[in-house]
């Protein structure tokens, strides 16, 4: 679920398949497990005037948003576990694609903005200059992987359903699946969103 927006989550799909979102307990799971031996001490809660989840506070409380149902303290927990649990994913992927020299890049801008036209244009004009792989991200339709295939780089697919934007682990999912070369160019572009994709690291440069 994304606090900003509310989206939903598991209906993600790559190239047409399901992703299944399974639990990998507290340990980030793509390639390695990480080495982790120094503790942390516990993250202090924001203070909350008002723990009432009936409280409207249209806004302007602590987590910046409103939820029925839900204190703003709740919802201020609930993005730190999810952005903390997607930045262990965003980690393990940049340090997999470090290990392997790719440059990863990713596009974020508003629906029909030109993304995957300049993605193409930017293809053609580094055709046999570097090895080029791309993920592409849409909540329903592979038409824009479409087009990148036509260029002839290789690209995947994430149609995220109702989620608004890519996440590391989905990504970490098609890092695995895609053809990528040593010393090679990555570009992910994300899903047609201002907003809610500037929050999630995926693990790019």
Do not use: W
């Not at 055709?127 to 290789?154: C, F, N, S, Y």
């Amino acid at each position: 679920m994304c606090t900003t927006c509310g989206c939903g989550i598991g209906q993600t799909h790559i190239n047409g398949k399901s992703m299944q979102l399974h639990q990998h307990s507290d340990k980030p799971l793509h390639y390695r497990p990480l080495k982790h031996s120094h503790a942390h001490a516990p993250n202090p809660m924001p203070a909350d005037t008002d723990h009432s989840p009936n409280t409207i506070h249209f806004g302007t409380g602590i987590a910046g948003t409103h939820t029925p149902g839900m204190s703003q303290a709740r919802m201020v927990k609930i993005e730190r576990d999810i952005l903390a649990k997607n930045d262990r994913y965003a980690d393990e992927n940049r340090q997999h694609l470090s290990e392997h020299g790719v440059f990863a890049l990713n596009l974020v801008s508003s629906p029909g903005s030109g993304k995957t036209t300049l993605l193409v244009k930017t293809i053609e004009m580094l055709r046999g200059k570097l090895p080029i792989t791309v993920i592409e991200g849409d909540q329903q339709t592979d038409h824009d992987a479409e087009r990148i295939r036509a260029t002839g780089v290789p690209a995947i697919q994430i149609n995220t359903g109702k989620g608004c934007h890519l996440d590391a682990h989905m990504v970490g999912h098609a890092i695995q699946q895609l053809p990528i070369l040593d010393n090679s160019l990555l570009f992910i572009e994300n899903v047609g969103n201002l907003v809610c994709p500037s929050g999630f690291d995926l693990g790019e440069a």
